[in-house]
């Protein structure tokens, strides 16, 4: 199965307009892949939705393009209001309970990616600013990216700050 393919088509039916519905059905047609080769790879189109949108974090967020984390999210940002329309779409059709709590959980392991090289850090606080950054993009994302790219962009380098002053902290104590 061809994921660039299934990636493509989907991208393609939820960038032009909001939408209520997108079944495996309707994607597989498109693709002219099987159904059953889809659920090989995906449980459902919620989970598929949760892949293409954690592999698009993962893509910017753990790139070597930038030059620091603030640069990532920020061209982060841009993705999403460049790509407005299909990521409305994306995370309103995957809006469960666990497309939230696995995007949450990706954002965790890219913090922690990035914090293991700055030194002592403590895995709360990681699932803390995880859950404020996933909240706060989700947010915006919702309300059609209706604030300024930079007014987000503070609010989420303010959360992530929160390593610096861990770190800073374990330091002094360790005085």
């Known amino acids: 199965m061809n994921l660039k393919h299934l990636e493509e088509v989907l991208y393609k ?4 307009e909001r939408i209520k519905n997108f079944q495996v059905k309707t994607l597989c047609e498109v693709a002219k892949v099987s159904r059953g080769s889809f659920y090989y790879h995906f449980k459902g189109i919620e989970d598929f939705y949760e892949a293409i949108f954690i592999k698009d974090l ?6 070597n393009r930038y030059d620091n984390f603030s640069s990532r999210m920020l061209q982060l940002l841009k993705a999403l209001k460049d790509d407005q329309t299909f990521y409305i779409n994306l995370v309103h059709l995957g809006n469960t309970k666990a497309f939230g709590k696995n995007v949450e959980k990706a954002l965790f392991e890219i913090l922690r990616y990035y914090a293991r090289s700055r030194g002592c850090y403590s895995e709360p606080t990681l699932i803390r600013i995880s859950k404020a950054m996933y909240h ?3 947010y915006w994302i919702m309300h059609d990216c209706e604030d300024q790219i930079h007014q987000i962009h503070t609010c989420l380098f303010l959360q992530f700050q929160e390593l610096d002053r861990q770190k800073e902290l374990h ?3 360790e005085i």
């Open 171 to 173: 330091d002094i104590i």
């Open 136 to 138: 706060t993009i989700y």
């Open 58 to 63: 993962n893509r910017i967020l753990l790139s």
């Open 13 to 16: 039916n939820l960038s032009t």
